[in-house]
């Protein structure tokens, strides 16, 4: 199994984490109830089939739709979900042309290139940390959404800066700059207000490469802890095969 496994890092919906117009970034609206309804299509899709299906009818229907960003948010989800990444990266590329500061979409895509099964380059490294770097900075200039209460508001910033730095961490992990993704994981932990077995596996797998025993028997016993199963499995592996 590829040790660097995305795992639970993007389990979560793109469109569940937050808000769809988090911090009122990009409230928009139908312009007849016909384009509303072929978009409500495309959000009750009960499977990604049909949910991408849905999406490249509205797509034809109403190119100009403002609406039309938050369908190809949508079209991410299901193309993830079918494991068609590299489709799905093309569709958060076309969200980011007509959002350019869409954070949730900057997270995304960071994340999926991350997970590239292809060996990382130069290249890929630095998109990941600029995307990183761009939504993190946009989630500071961010303020409370109208519809948001600020304790629920400040819980889903600190999820998405918690799995933007995961991302930073699991590339830099994967192109062997061990240092940088203990950093970056340990920023992760720290800020997720929802405490993530994967991210805690891979700060104690970093810990052990990094010669940090006791710090990543501790990491890995949380990761174990906290599950779900496949990454309970993985924690107990990894205390067995240390010192």
Known sequence: MKLWAWLLLVTSPLLSQNPRTA???????????EEFDA????????????????AE????????????????EHEVDALRGLKR???ARASAGQALKLTPNNTKVMLALAQLLADDPDPPDEVRSSEVQQLVARCLEELGRLKTPRTVSPKKWEETRSKLESDAHAANGLMAARSGRTAFAIREFEAAVALNSSPDGAQHFYLGHLYAVAGRIEEARAMLAVAEKLGPERVRKLAVA?????P
């Open 39 to 54: 978009y409500a299509a495309v959000v009750e899709a009960p499977d990604p089939q049909r949910q991408l299906k849905a």
């Open 23 to 33: 911090g009122g970034q990009y409230a928009r609206q139908a312009l007849t109830y």
């Open 57 to 72: 009818s509205f797509k034809q229907l109403y190119p100009d739709s403002e609406l039309l960003v938050f369908v190809y």
């Open 238 to 242: 990894a205390i067995s095969k240390l």
């Open 85 to 87: 990444l590299a489709a």
